[in-house]
T-cell receptor, first 115, second 112 residues
Framework: NAGVTQTPKFRILKIGQSMTLQCAQDMNHNYMYWYRQDPGMGLKLIYYSVGAGITDKGEVPNGYNVSRSTTEDFPLRLELAAPSQTSVYFC??????????????FGDGTRLSIL | RKEVEQDPGPFNVPEGATVAFNCTYSNSASQSFFWYRQDCRKEPKLLMSVYSSGNEDGRFTAQLNRASQYISLLIRDSKLSDSATYLCVVLHPSGGYNKLIFGAGTRLAVHP
């Protein structure tokens, strides 16, 4: 049972570099999310998607972009990495949104450092 | 004011102790409530949902007080394996999307 798979697990970037964090889920979930978690803080929603071809901004979208060409994949793109983007990034998915008691299933996280 | 507030702890308790965490939320339109558990350097995982009438799952009891806008989690007979950070999570509607708001978490350390 793969669930939600994130790659890479760790990455160090230089300021100004770009990269894509990959996220894939095999549960046929419509909803997918990207969060960042800074030390001692709660998760902040960056972007979310309610289905293939549909994405929208969360609380902290600046400096990031996403796409959702398939139900399974939801990559997160950093175009010009900045030190403020040093964080742990979690991808999550859920069935038909977060109404009721639909839990979110999380990937293992990507630890990203910008130096 | 944060939308979801928790005491960061840490709560240091011996095995077998009973420990309780509280969480307050600011948006009275919030619809659903959850407790997630997050182990060190791991992803959050759903521990339990919180129902209006209160609910129990083994050693864990969750309570909701809508009037005072707070949620609680009680852990009885603490185990070493309960050591983790407990995230209070609140769902409320936001522009056509039901948004999950995560608290920063309460850290629990259970010692022998």
């Amino acid at each position: 049972n793969a669930g939600v798979t994130q790659t890479p697990k760790f990455r160090i970037l230089k300021i100004g570099q770009s990269m894509t964090l990959q996220c894939a889920q095999d549960m046929n979930h419509n909803y997918m999310y990207w969060y960042r978690q800074d030390p001692g803080m709660g998760l902040k929603l960056i972007y979310y998607s309610v289905g293939a071809g549909i994405t929208d901004k969360g609380e902290v979208p600046n400096g990031y972009n996403v796409s959702r060409s398939t139900t399974e994949d939801f990559p997160l793109r950093l175009e010009l990495a900045a030190p403020s983007q040093t964080s742990v990034y979690f991808c999550a998915s859920s069935t038909l949104g977060t109404g009721g008691n639909q839990p979110q299933h999380f990937g293992d996280g990507t630890r990203l450092s910008i130096l | 004011r944060k939308e979801v507030e928790q005491d960061p702890g840490p709560f240091n308790v011996p095995e077998g102790a009973t420990v309780a965490f509280n969480c307050t939320y600011s948006n009275s339109a919030s619809q659903s409530f959850f407790w997630y558990r997050q182990d060190c350097r791991k992803e959050p995982k759903l521990l339990m949902s919180v129902y209006s009438s209160g609910n129990e799952d083994g050693r864990f009891t969750a309570q909701l007080n809508r009037a005072s806008q707070y949620i609680s989690l009680l852990i009885r007979d603490s185990k070493l394996s309960d050591s983790a950070t407990y995230l209070c999570v609140v769902l409320h509607p936001s522009g056509g999307y039901n948004k999950l708001i995560f608290g920063a978490g309460t850290r629990l350390a259970v010692h022998p």
